[in-house]
């Protein structure tokens, strides 16, 4: 298992894990990261951003997941915890928890705060969220962008 930087020639996996993950939970709506224009090539997407970068997580040569961290308010120093996905096959076996601690560390070099926006029936998720000391917020910060969420959480990053 190797986590790593996203490449171009990871895009077209990385969008099918989400959209599969997204369709097989009946979230493929609009208001959600199914139709995120970027979903077509992250690895441009989170190249272009400043203090952004996206992971995958590669298992016996094939992308089995990625997470990403990219700026929500540059001003307030907050960053989004984006696209958390990964295959059926993988879930359940310590690889997001991974992820996140990657991201994590990357968010908390270049911001304050990391917010995140998901769906309470999506309780794995939920848990490790807060497992990694996020707070449930009761509304979406401004700025927000996928209206069919139902849960958002913030972290600080300066307390350790």
Not at 13 to 32: N, R
Not at 134 to 154: K, R
């Amino acid at each position: 298992m190797v986590i790593r930087e996203i490449s171009k020639e990871d895009n077209a996996q990385i969008k099918k894990i989400i959209q599969d993950s997204l369709k097989s939970l009946g979230l493929d709506i609009p208001g959600t990261a199914y139709f995120d224009p970027q979903l077509d090539d992250l690895h441009q997407y989170y190249t272009r951003l400043k203090n952004s970068q996206y992971w995958v997580v590669e298992i016996n040569g094939e992308v089995a997941g990625g997470i990403g961290i990219a700026p929500f308010d540059e001003r307030e120093k907050i960053c989004e915890l984006q696209k958390l996905y990964l295959s059926p096959k993988t879930q359940g076996l310590g690889f997001g928890k991974q992820l996140m601690e990657t991201a994590l560390a990357f968010a908390a070099e270049h911001y304050e705060k990391c917010y995140l926006e998901t769906q309470h029936e999506l309780k794995a998720a939920c848990r490790l969220y807060e497992k990694f000391g996020f707070t449930l917020l009761p509304e979406p910060l401004p700025g927000s962008e996928h209206s069919a969420m139902d849960a958002w959480y913030i972290k600080d990053l300066k307390q350790s």
